[in-house]
């Protein structure tokens, strides 16, 4: 009767039988095609005029708008647990700095050509990545230069955010990250960064699939970067257009972009599945953003579920639609949680 009940089983359906391919911690972990390291972070930080400002930001848990005399302090126990990358977001809060060109974006005095330098200084191998937009800087609050019926004027504001970039560029960063969504931006820069020849040395991360919404609230609050009329959707995507996205990947690969980004992330993962595909030669980033980031807190705090894992899970979501790089406010806690 036994050797009856083995002959059954062995002519049963094998591949019916996955279990055993996961019943251990280390075989589970090799299952995905890539795990969360350190290196694939970026952590956005918010930098005020205001030297010694350290404000907390209620709408975004745990992140602070912080003067350049608080950031050393802040990032030295980061860095030392293994930080690798920044992404800077410059805050002018002194009155009278924004105007209708953003002329403060590129004052060599300002928070983010002066925090360039000083982490450059300070933290050798901190990969520094300078987001490259004119909404917090122009009186308007939108992500450019306007024409007088308030529609964005391409050309003014690609001439504009380009120059910006520059300046961003020679004061260091290692990166500049266009967030504007300016048609033909990518293009501009790649032009001047040849021409200034420095093409070689500075990447150049497109937020090519940008999609609009209502995830970016915090982090407007955060960078005091509200439109003061109208919103962004007749630049930033609209959320059901996946073939307008790839148009656009495609775009600004071919005009010199380095590394495609995808945000916001969760909501978007096909997206990311698809510059992954389109450009599957180069680096994929997604950015978690502000408001992905404040909702898992608050489910957290519901009791909905236990923070961390949800920010594993979330991540994991993100990197096995495709992304290498993730851009994330839990940053200083994976730092910890990766360490343990
Ligand atoms: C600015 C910019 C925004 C974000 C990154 N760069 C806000 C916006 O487009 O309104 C959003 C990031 C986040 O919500 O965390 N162009
Ligand atoms: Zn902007």
Redesign the pocket.
């Known amino acids: 009767a036994s050797t009856a009940a083995t002959s059954v089983s062995i002519s049963g359906d094998i591949s019916s039988q996955l279990h055993g391919g996961y019943s251990h911690p280390l075989t589970r972990s090799w299952q995905a095609e890539r795990q969360l390291t350190k290196s694939m972070l970026i952590y956005?930080l918010f930098i005020s005029d205001q030297v010694e400002e350290e404000t907390l930001i209620p709408s975004?848990p745990n992140q602070h708008r912080r003067g350049i005399n608080k950031l050393i302090p802040h990032l030295e126990p980061l860095v030392r647990k293994g930080l690798r990358s920044v992404i800077l977001?410059g805050v002018p809060i002194a009155q009278n700095v924004k105007d209708t060109l953003g002329s403060a974006a590129d004052d060599p005095q300002g928070p983010v050509i002066q925090s360039i330098r000083l982490l450059r200084a300070r933290f050798p191998s901190l990969f520094i990545v300078a987001?490259v937009?004119?909404?917090?800087y122009t009186s308007h609050g939108h992500?450019g230069i306007l024409r007088d019926d308030g529609s964005l004027n391409n050309s003014l504001s690609v001439d504009r955010i380009s120059d910006v970039a520059m300046a961003y560029a020679e004061a260091g960063a290692h990166c500049v990250a266009p967030?504007?969504?300016n048609d033909g931006r990518i293009r501009a820069i790649k032009l001047k960064l040849i021409e200034a020849g420095t093409a070689h040395k500075v990447v150049l991360m497109s937020?090519s699939a940008?999609f609009?919404g209502c995830?970016?609230?915090?982090?407007?609050d955060?960078?005091g970067?509200?439109?003061s009329f109208g919103d962004?959707k007749c630049y930033?995507l609209p959320p059901g257009g996946r073939g307008l996205a790839r148009r656009a990947i495609h775009r600004d690969i071919q005009e010199g972009a380095d590394i495609i980004m995808v945000?916001?992330a969760s909501s978007y993962l096909d997206i990311i599945s698809d510059a992954k595909d389109i450009g599957k030669d180069m680096p994929v980033a997604a950015?978690?953003?502000?408001?992905?980031?404040a909702m898992i807190h608050a489910a957290a705090a519901a009791g909905v579920f236990d923070i961390k894992t949800m920010a594993f899970e979330s991540t994991e979501g993100i990197l096995r639609a495709g992304a290498t790089i993730v851009?994330s406010?839990f940053t200083p806690q994976f730092l910890d949680w990766l360490s343990s």
Not at 133 to 136: D, G, K, T
Not at 215 to 220: E, I, K, V
């Open positions: 956005p975004l977001f987001d937009c004119l909404c917090e992500c967030s504007d969504m937020y940008k609009s995830l970016y609230g915090p982090f407007r955060a960078a970067s509200c439109p962004r930033q945000k916001p950015y978690q953003v502000s408001g992905e980031f851009v406010y």
